[in-house]
């Protein structure tokens, strides 16, 4: 290990010493500022995009919260009118069983006043 410690040292070394750079750069200062203005133009778009879709979840998420309430009205009428029904449908039950017993009655007192005209 020390071997190759001191042949990365003096490689090092003589990378510093001649004269080529340890890092070149391959696009000019042009390029990168163009780089850097675009970087920048896409993220204030992507910006205000945010905040556009912000703004509409937000509203979106007002409008559920609406829709939310009035189906459970909705839901609450449902259910008075459901137990509504019912009631309803046991008194008409009810009055029919009346009727039954109101035409039987009627049925007998004919009866009786038609055997009492024959006598």
Same mark, same amino acid.
């Given at each position: ?64 919260? &609406?829709? $939310?309430?009035?189906?459970?009205? !909705? @839901? #609450?009428?449902?259910? *008075?009118?459901?137990?509504?029904? =019912?009631? +309803? ?5 009810? &009055?029919? $069983?009346?009727?039954?017993?109101? !035409? @039987? #009655?009627?049925?007998? *007192?004919?009866?009786?006043?038609? =055997?009492? +005209?024959?006598?």
């Amino acid at each position: 290990t020390r071997g190759r410690a001191s042949v990365c040292r003096k490689s090092l070394f003589e990378m510093v010493a001649s004269d080529t750079p340890l890092i070149t750069f391959t696009l000019s200062y042009q390029a990168l500022e163009d780089f850097v203005e675009s970087t920048h133009a896409k993220f204030t778009e992507h910006e205000k995009r945010l905040v556009v879709l912000e703004k509409q979840t937000t509203s979106l998420s007002s409008r559920n919260n &609406v829709l $939310e309430r009035i189906l459970q009205e !909705r @839901e #609450e009428e449902i259910r *008075a009118l459901r137990s509504e029904c =019912k009631q +309803l449908a046991a008194q008409t039950v009810e &009055v029919e $069983e009346q009727n039954q017993a109101l !035409r @039987e #009655e009627n049925a007998l *007192a004919f009866t009786k006043i038609y =055997k009492k +005209l024959e006598s």
